[in-house]
């Protein structure tokens, strides 16, 4: 029981990681809007554009994507097909989920070190935007923080549905969560 209760309470951070990261998924959300309406609103009205629009909402996008992706996952937002594996017995849907997850954080552990990879990149290099002329760099360490994020959160999914595999009733419980 006390592996339950420790997956409980690691859970509770994750999960207080990924609230932080929706909320700058938020702000982003709301950035680009507010930009793009008044953009579009100067440039109809007074024919003066915002100068470097389009490049600061391809960075709040990019910002906004990534933000998000551990909120859902937590959220258990992403598509899932459950139709089969519901019809399974339960050691073995846990079983299977667990190897899903765990496959899952193999591909996010790899666009993770590839967010460093480029992360590093940009700071070797001190890339600036093209119009603006700012530094791309906090955007790079946002992806980077918040894939990471990410990460947890799918292991988190793929620990809890291995735990699964030795308690019914956390299984269970497990299964509640993607329903």
Same mark, same amino acid.
């Given at each position: 029981?006390?592996?339950?209760?420790?997956?409980?309470?690691?859970?509770?951070?994750?999960? %207080?990681?990924?609230?932080?990261?929706?909320?700058?998924?938020?702000?982003?959300?709301?950035?680009?809007?507010?930009?793009?309406?008044?953009?579009?609103?100067?440039?109809?009205?007074?024919?003066?554009?915002?100068?470097?629009?389009?490049?600061?909402?391809?960075?709040?996008?990019?910002?906004?994507?990534?933000?998000?992706?551990?909120?859902?996952?937590?959220?258990? %937002? $992403? !598509?899932?097909?459950?139709?089969?594996?519901?019809?399974?017995?339960?050691?073995?849907?846990?079983?299977?989920?667990?190897?899903?997850?765990?496959?899952?954080?193999? %591909?996010?552990?790899?666009?993770?070190?590839?967010?460093?990879?480029?992360?590093? $990149?940009?700071?070797?290099? %001190?890339?600036?935007?093209?119009?603006?002329?700012?530094?791309?760099?906090?955007?790079?360490?946002?992806?980077? !923080?918040?894939?990471?994020?990410?990460?947890?959160?799918?292991?988190?999914?793929?620990?809890?549905?291995?735990?699964? !595999?030795?308690?019914? +009733?956390?299984? +269970? +419980?497990?299964?509640?969560?993607?329903?």
């Amino acid at each position: 029981m006390k592996t339950i209760e420790k997956m409980k309470t690691i859970e509770k951070y994750v999960k %207080g990681a990924t609230v932080a990261s929706s909320v700058l998924s938020f702000i982003s959300a709301l950035g680009m809007m507010l930009l793009i309406t008044a953009d579009v609103v100067l440039r109809a009205l007074f024919n003066r554009p915002i100068l470097g629009s389009v490049e600061i909402v391809q960075y709040m996008l990019m910002a906004f994507v990534f933000a998000s992706l551990s909120y859902t996952q937590v959220r258990k %937002g $992403h !598509i899932r097909v459950t139709i089969i594996p519901n019809m399974l017995p339960w050691r073995f849907r846990s079983a299977l989920n667990a190897l899903n997850e765990l496959a899952c954080v193999l %591909g996010a552990v790899y666009f993770t070190y590839a967010a460093y990879l480029q992360m590093q $990149h940009v700071q070797s290099r %001190g890339i600036l935007t093209n119009v603006l002329r700012f530094s791309t760099l906090p955007f790079f360490v946002l992806a980077l !923080i918040t894939l990471a994020i990410f990460v947890l959160a799918i292991l988190l999914d793929a620990v809890r549905n291995i735990v699964g !595999i030795f308690n019914r +009733e956390y299984a +269970e +419980e497990v299964k509640e969560d993607y329903s």
